[in-house]
Every structure is written in C-alpha cells, then in structure tokens.
Nanobody, 123 residues
C-alpha cells in the first residue's frame, strides 16, 4: 500500500512564505514520480510542478520560477515546495501526488494522493 503525506500549509500574509513537504512510502525499493497540485476554491485542480525519477523538475506555472522553489530527494521519495512572496491567488488546497509509472502534469493519471494541505493567504 502506498502512502502519501503532505504537510506544511497554513495561514500567511501577502508577501509571506510557507514550505510544503511531501513523503511517499510503499513497497521497498519503489521510486515514485511526484508532483505538486493545487485546487483554488471553486476551481479545478491544477499542476504546479512535477518531478520524475530522473530528478528533473517541470514547473508548469510561471510563478514557480519566480516565487516558488522546488527541492527534495526524489530518490528518497521526498519533495518540498518553498513558496515565497505569497499572493492572494495562491490560496488553495495543495496536494502532493505520486505514481510508480506516470511522470507528468495530468492529475487524473496519478494513482496516489496526499490528503492535501490548505494554504490561505490574507491581505
């Protein structure tokens, strides 16, 4: 059984920072492709960034390059999302996803999901 645990959300003011963490665990010696997704209120879930087993990140959103930073050891199935200069539009529930085979940005193709962590940015 595969477990994905994401954490680190909370309340932040505009311009503040938060760091999200995610760990995937399952059968021994299994490497996972992983990704960060977010779902703003009333909107569909969207990919923020994804990383394959080669440790190459795909930043889907432009702001990831400007304000967010990815990190982690995909070989250990642990990733982080450092979010800086948070804006009101970053308010969303953030989810970590993992999959043994799929390495991409399409949410429905990931088989394992964390419970999500809420990020709320206030003025």
């Amino acid at each position: 059984q595969v477990h994905v645990v994401d954490s680190g959300g909370g309340l932040a003011q505009v311009g503040g920072s938060l760091r999200l963490s995610c760990a995937a665990s399952g059968p021994a010696n299994t490497a996972y492709n992983m990704g960060w997704f977010r779902q703003p209120p009333g909107k569909e879930r969207e990919c923020v960034a994804a990383v394959g087993q080669s440790n190459v990140w795909t930043n889907v959103k432009d702001f990831v390059n400007d304000r967010f930073a990815n990190a982690g050891d995909n070989g250990k199935n642990i990733i982080y999302l450092q979010m800086n200069d948070l804006q009101l539009e970053d308010t969303a529930k953030y989810y970590c996803a993992a999959d043994e085979n799929y390495a991409g940005t399409t949410a429905k193709r990931y088989n394992h999901w964390g419970q999500g962590t809420q990020v709320t940015v206030s003025a």
